[in-house]
DNA sequence: GCCGTAGTACGACGGATATCGTACTAGCGT
DNA sequence: ACGCTAGTACGATATCCGTCGTACTACGGC
């Protein structure tokens, strides 16, 4: 028996109004968490495992947790799998056009032309 | 008697194209260096010791470094002085945009209504 | 020449960060 | 039930960062 928990394993997020600006950027100075970043620009949503950071797991999972922290990104459980996403809407409110113009700047100089 | 350098001390700038995004967003993640760059954006030069930080002398020398080193602002030596300002010309180029929404996000966000 | 002011250099120190490996838990599929 | 896959927790470690104080240098004025 079970009496189906909603959420069973929860995340914690800060709320919009706590996202502080310093932390947004250096949630952003790393290479791999604006890799993250950049990624889930293009889709929607990803899984941790689908983004390869080229570092542990346990890093991986670092890195992730830095950015839902920070306020950056959003992340559910989803069967075994966890789903991120960006706090597009969040961030555009608070710092409209910060992240547009990283995600800019990333894609001009730090994607070597893929 | 003296041969006049034009130069003494010279300060190490990267080149604009050797800035780098992640090194930029670093430098204002910092909440007192952040306040160096919302003032300077202000006026056009400053000193290092007009703005005040609320830290040590060497404290203070270290912030600006990291800004110089990171490619956000330049220095000059002017008698004693040593004078601030803004790279915006390089930084707009680089990275269009991203200065402009950090100071705004810093002014709505950071400075609690003067 | 001497002093004051502006900033530097250096060393210390505590706290955060990036990284890893290993051992663990949660769901899914069979 | 069993095992696979995804991710976590925890501890270790090395490095970096922000901060300070003290001792120093550079320039300008008296």
Redesign the interface.
Known sequence: MSSAPPQLRTLDHPDSAEI????V??A????AR?HVVHYLAGGGEASCSEIDLAVSKSTSTHHFRVLREAGVIRQVYRGTAKMSCLRREDLDT?????L???L???ET??VPRA
Chains 1, 2 share one sequence.
Request: proline residues 8%.
């Open positions: 502080r600006l310093e932390d950027l250096h952003l100075s790393d290479p604006l608070l710092f409209p056009g910060l547009e113009a990283v800019r700047a990333y100089r730090c």
